[in-house]
DNA sequence: CTTAGGG
DNA sequence: CCCTAAG
């Protein structure tokens, strides 16, 4: 209940540059509750903050640091200063933790908050309030709170002791790092986004989105790459990611060295200004073709994927794949291809075939046959410039096969409405590839339907063994 | 270049 | 959708 909303608010975080100087978080009883309410969560269960409190904690990971803060928490009650100078300090953050955040083990990290309130952070926070620009506020609290964090990653375990010292504390929570998180910058960047956070329960700021920009503004990139990276384990590229980069690099030289077929030259600042042109555009407008990493990713990502798709469309002219063939017919009569087709696949270039496409699909073939696909392109879907002929035929092509495969569903487990999955094609057109196909069969099927099986496999027996011999 | 077929 | 072989 609350701690899933402040979750999701940790998730939902906005990141901000984080000022510690002299001043870190206003101080405010809203905050004070928040934080109350943290350490008053139910201790039972683990929480996962995103390793955000426990890259946090990796700073203390030390156990001599962590006494000391220890210490310096209990003694003062003012963790802020030595913590946050460290914390904050540019040079110190990166080069200090950056080595050590790599050998830091994400495992679980257990919180000891403070049953007893006189111990507790919150206490600390009141603090505050004696000296309000020092930031003993809540924000000393979260720090504390932090503080507590004690992870075990040098194999040693949490430190219960060192806390129990102090006075008696119940552990009122366990905070289990994350294990998928990463290492290196992206610890930098939990730690930021802790720090944030914690400025969240101070200011109770409303959490907006943009977690990336934080990343950029407090770290280096260079000191994170510097560390040797240990595991990266953020965001697994997906399985498509991988294969797309792949294969892309590989056509990409292929085609460049090989320069078989015939390849559009589009000069960077051409792309470049195209590029610029996309992103003006918003994003309801593009269908899965123009897949959205490409705005937010680097310039070279932009290009490359520009240039691979003017690489495959080699005849057209001039990227004819314009963003107005995406607006103008589509967007009308988009019911059958709900928008969760449409994101990305694993083509490139998908466009969901409408039924008004399919009508026009077999009007044509209707008209002009089955085979003659380029007359039905050139005729029926010149304005569509996105079909070529063998999209046409692939869309017969899985159209029959829909029908069959709906046929037999529905020799099989009888009645199947068909308006209930998109997938499934609308009756009318069902029925009317049926007819089509009756008419024009498509070709491979013709021959399969009139071969039969046991005459076919003796004829290509026959063929084969004659086949053979002429080899032989 | 177009089509068929497989992936 | 994409790629490739065959006509």
Known sequence: MDRDEYLRKCSNMKCQRVQVEGSYVPSLQDDEMEVEHLFEEPRNDYVSLDGSLAS????????????????DFLDDGFLDDVEIDNFEGTDGFSDARG??????????????????????????????????????????????????????????????????????HDTNGIIRNNPSQPSNVDCMYNISLDIQH???????YPLAGGIL??????????????APPREKRFRKPTQRYIEESSTLKSKEKVR??????????????????????????????????????????????????????CMKYPKKEKLDYDYESF?????????????????????????????????????????????????????????????????????????????????????????????NSPRTLPLSVASRVLELSKIHPYPNRRNKKRSFPGIANQSNRSRRNVRRKKCT
């Open 327 to 419: 607006s103008s017919e589509e967007s009308s009569d988009e019911e059958l291809t709900p928008k969760r087709c449409r994101t990305k696949d694993r083509r490139k270039n998908q466009r969901m075939w409408t039924t008004s496409e399919v009508t026009k699909l077999m009007d044509g073939i209707s008209e002009y046959g089955v085979g003659r696909w380029t007359d039905i392109q050139r005729f029926l879907f010149s304005a569509a410039g996105y079909r070529t002929p063998t999209d046409i035929r692939d869309k017969w092509r899985n159209l029959l096969r829909a029908c069959s495969s709906q046929r037999f569903n529905k020799k099989e487990e009888g009645e199947q409405d068909d308006e």
């Open 99 to 168: 080595g050590y955040f790599l050998d830091f083990d994400f495992a679980k990290v257990e919180l000891l908050g403070s049953g007893a309130n006189e111990d507790s952070p919150v206490e600390n926070s009141n603090s505050e309030s004696q000296s309000p620009g020092v930031s003993g506020s809540s924000t000393v609290g979260g720090i504390s709170e932090s503080t507590k964090v004690l992870p075990n990653s040098t194999q040693s375990k949490c430190k219960i002791e060192s806390l129990d010292e102090t006075g008696p």
């Open 56 to 71: 946090y904690t990796a700073l203390n990971d030390k156990d001599d640091l962590q006494l000391e803060v220890l210490d």
């Open 213 to 226: 920009s934080c990343k950029k503004e407090n770290v280096t990139v260079e000191n994170c790459q510097s």
């Open 256 to 309: 460049t060295t090989g320069a078989k077929k015939k390849r559009r030259s589009v000069s960077c600042s051409e792309l470049h200004t195209r590029t610029k042109r996309l992103e003006n555009i918003p994003i309801e407008k593009f269908s899965d073709n123009i897949p959205i990493e490409k705005f937010s990713d680097s310039d070279s990502d932009v290009t490359l994927s520009e240039l691979q798709h």
């Open 198 to 204: 914690l400025h969240e329960l101070n200011n109770g």
